[in-house]
């Protein structure tokens, strides 16, 4: 889940005089897979040296320390290696400097991109290595260097990832072996060596290595149609004194083919940061939610008496709503029935290519998009790349079966990380305005920050040559009381949960305007971005497939297959799969319920009834049961935003209600 690089080089390398602006280049495209820590190791012939803190990788390479490190390696005349890791947060704080990589642990030294899944079962596996921080990097190095003491290199290796479950690809250098190492078991990380062998870069996507070679002018020095590809479940061995190559398959039995030479380094951490390398940061306040669940009960009793359609379960809080004589809304007089198109037109349309990747799958955790990618990968038997948009508010829990996806199939995962610290301070600005004066048409604004997510899909499909993207959209999900607490009156039968026909945009738009005017709190530094997401989920091209426009959504199959084959998590606070990767669904679907008696469970559940997937008595209890508050979601949600839970859920108690 972060973005790792390297170079390394002979001592008269050709390119060791632009080596500087190719390191801070690849330092900076490696920084869109993570903005929240950054972190460089050095080596030479007798030292290694480390420095790591908890910003950006564009802030880092702006020190002196930063500077001065790597010109005065970069200077030595022999050979050299630098590798970098620009880190999105997921085990560990960062504010906890240790938890930050380079992560150095007893000779061995090394970054990672990725999530181990069950570093837990392993650290109790291995009872005799001693656990020092929060991340799980720390048990697959700890692991890797006791193997090494029994065993060789290369069995140590493939060894150590043979338990590990999740996506790893890792950059390793020892202390006392003159030897890099490579390794993936998901294929997300390319290498290339010069076009003379005296130099070898490497990064977790081919694209940066190709506008590396481009932004750097390096074409003389290196041909980025010999970028080299550490397939899954593979690793790379690099000589540091010849820059010899050798390739091993985790499930084959190919030794190395050359000598590993022993030179014993000296290891220095560099890091300015020391007032927060050693002190774990507070632990957030715990909240008794004993007094705010008497309050939801009360209201519980209350929207349980509102009248309901006699087919499906929306209430009479549903914009727009109305019942003909037999108590029957005019959402299922209008309903149309999906009718998937088959598996086998989906064929003719996803054919396999021949090139990197068949197709582009957007991939957000949850579980349609992770069941989405078993069907691509399994049933289908093609060979997707998988995207992610990480906003601020995707949660460790959906990184994780992210993760989870793709190392046991073995997909190569492109994340985008956007500005977390501002998109959660613009959602910040948004919320505090909305208390102020709430209203139920201005929740989406907490949203508008993951909307980009489209513009990126199709940034990625160009960047990786991909001519298809599939979308995982299981239109039983939309809710159409979004938009319609805007004043826009429901389309039905739409294609997409995004269609909106010109006249309703310029409606949301008027609404917006007019509710920015009521409460000017909404007039801040977010506009740029909620302009931008308006434009990325309503005017540019969505020229996607839509893999459930072609296959049965079937809950149960779903479940089944990604806990039972995948051991995909759920969340500790709802028996239900959908929306626990999602952390802002808890919070505005607590307000929605609150406020207006309905949510999205509420017309997921509907949905169900009208396919007769589920009958009415099912979907009530089904949605009594999942509209039961997420305090502990909820609570995440508001640390991440640095508001107060208990002054924020008691406004939200206050406010108007329609029921």
Known sequence: MCGIFGYISKTQSGDRGRADKTINRLFKMSETRGKEASGLILLDSSNIKFIKDAIPASKLIKRNDFKKIVTSTLKKNENVAI?????????????????????????????????????????????????????????????????????TLTNAIKNSFQDLEGVANIALMFENLNIAVLASNNGSLYYLKSNSNDSIIFASEKFILQQCVKRCKLSDWYSIENIGHISPNTFLTVDLVNLKTCSVGFDKSKSLSFKIEEKSRVVSDKSLNIDNYFSKPNASEVVDFSSFNLIYEANKKKISQLTRCTCCILPSTMPYISFNDKGVCNYCENYKQQRPKGINELKKI?????????????????????????VISRVLGLKPVTYTYDWGMVTDLARRNQMRMCGKLGNEHILVSADLQKKRSNIRKNLLAWLKMPELGMIPLFMAGDKQYFYWSNKIAEQTNVKNIIFCENLLETTKFKSGF???????????????????????????GKNFLKNPSYINSSIKDTISAFTSY??????????????????????????????????????????????????????????????????????????????????????????????????????????????????????????
């Open 83 to 151: 590798f970098g890791h620009s880190r999105l947060v997921t085990n560990g704080e960062s504010s906890f400097n240790k938890n930050n990589q380079p992560v150095f642990v007893n000779g061995v030294i090394g970054v990672h991109n990725g999530i181990i899944t069950n570093d837990k079962e392993l650290w109790k596996r291995n009872k005799d290595l001693n656990q020092e921080t929060d991340l799980d990097t720390e048990v697959l190095f700890k692991v890797l260097a006791k193997n090494i003491g029994k065993q």
């Open 350 to 374: 996803l054919p396999r290519t021949g090139s990197d990747f068949d197709c582009l799958v957007t991939l957000s955790g949850g579980r349609d998009s992770s069941y989405g990618l078993h």
């Open 486 to 512: 805007c004043g826009i009156k429901p389309i039905h039968g739409t294609a997409n949960t995004y269609t909106l026909s010109i006249k309703n945009k310029f409606q949301m738009l008027y609404y917006y």
């Open 538 to 659: 309503y005017v540019i091209n969505h020229n996607f497939i839509n893999l459930f426009d072609y296959i049965e959504w079937d809950e149960h199959v779903i479940n089944s297959t990604l806990i039972d084959g995948y051991k995909w998590e759920k969340s500790n606070d709802t028996d239900s799969t959908w929306r626990i990767g999602d952390g802002t669904a808890a919070f505005y679907n607590y307000i929605y319920f609150t406020m207006a008696g309905i949510t999205e469970n509420d017309t997921f559940r509907s949905n169900q009834v009208r396919e007769g997937q589920i009958n009415r008595k099912e979907a009530l209890e089904l949605s009594s049961k999942e509209n039961q508050p997420r305090f502990e979601s909820i609570k995440w949600y508001l640390d991440v935003l640095d508001l107060d839970f208990k002054s924020t859920v008691n406004i939200i108690n206050a406010a108007k209600k329609l029921y």
